[in-house]
């Protein structure tokens, strides 16, 4: 489009400040003409750009000429190129370009955010399939079209639901969806790594209104949280400290932490206990240290049984 073509020029030039009419014409692929009119266009609403011949010659831009960015402080200029290229990250986002643009316009250089690195991947493999998903949704939401999925719930059933989609939400390690579920007839979240298939149908959103902004209650029930004290031997400590707020932590002895938390009793607690093996110890509650025994318990039958049944 003309606006965005004389807009990068501008760009070009505050960057430059000197090129040429045959340098802008093969960046943009359109004629020398074509720049020529361009220019008119951006002297006419009064930017200063003159041109000059001979060996130096070419296209300047006056050289006190900046935009106005007054009302955007240096600090807030460095907070709005930050977010940025943490979005830039975000598999199939295009935010580069975005970011690129700023950079020119703030007078910042291309290194200024090399401070941080952001990676949405696992470290197993830089091929994600969540990648695709993530662009379809994000497509979905943004021309406001209802999705149909095909859902695995934390039990393991599988159900064909229709979406409402309304944001995409990264938390703790995972990508989830948050929209309208018709089936329950309720704001839900979505973990992605659950949704087995994803078709975008033609059918428009519905408009919402008190669209919860808090996405806790879709996870944890505050009602039916119970306190834990959980000690863990030094063997497993880095995985204490990514599990757990280190609030939480304190050093009982020189081999042991102690954990005292607050959390809902179910599937997920059990499994994330179960993943430390012999260096967790509930102390407290007591049906919580006998459900866990019980589950150590039928893992060993299983593990046996597998064994018999190869013999």
Known sequence: MKSTRLFEIL??????????????????????????RDLDALTTIGIPIYTSTGK????????????DKAFVSSEEQND??????????????????????????FKQNSNTQD???????????????????????????????????????????ESLRIIDPLRLLYKYKDWYL????????????????????????????????????SYENDYINQEALTHLELLFHNNVAHKVYDQFEH???????????????????????????????????????MNIRQELVMLHMKAIEHLNCDDKDSD
Request: glycine share 4%; proline share 2%; charged share 25%.
């Open 11 to 36: 760009l070009i030039l505050l960057d430059k400040r000197k090129t040429t009419s045959t340098e802008l014409a093969k960046n943009f692929e359109v004629s020398v003409r074509t720049i020529y």
């Open 56 to 67: 130096n010659g070419g296209i300047h831009l006056m050289e006190n000429y900046v935009l």
């Open 80 to 105: 709005i190129l930050f977010a940025l290229h943490c979005l830039s990250t975000v598999p199939n986002l295009d935010e580069g370009a975005i970011l690129k643009k700023l950079s020119v316009l």
């Open 115 to 157: 401070w941080i690195e952001i990676d949405f991947s696992s470290w197993q493999s830089k091929m994600n399939s969540k990648d695709g998903l993530v662009f379809q949704l994000k497509s979905a939401i943004t021309y406001q079209k209802a999705v149909r999925i095909q859902y695995i719930s934390t039990k393991g059933k």
């Open 178 to 213: 948050f929209g309208y579920c018709k089936a329950s007839q309720a704001f839900r979240l979505f973990k992605l790594t659950r949704i087995k298939l994803c078709e975008t149908l033609s059918q428009n959103v519905n408009i919402y209104k008190d669209i919860p902004k």
């Open 247 to 285: 609030s939480l932590i304190k050093r009982e002895n020189e081999t042991q932490l102690r954990v005292s938390c607050e959390m809902e009793e179910g599937d997920w607690l059990f499994s994330l206990l179960l993943s430390f093996g012999s260096d967790v110890f509930v102390e407290k509650p």
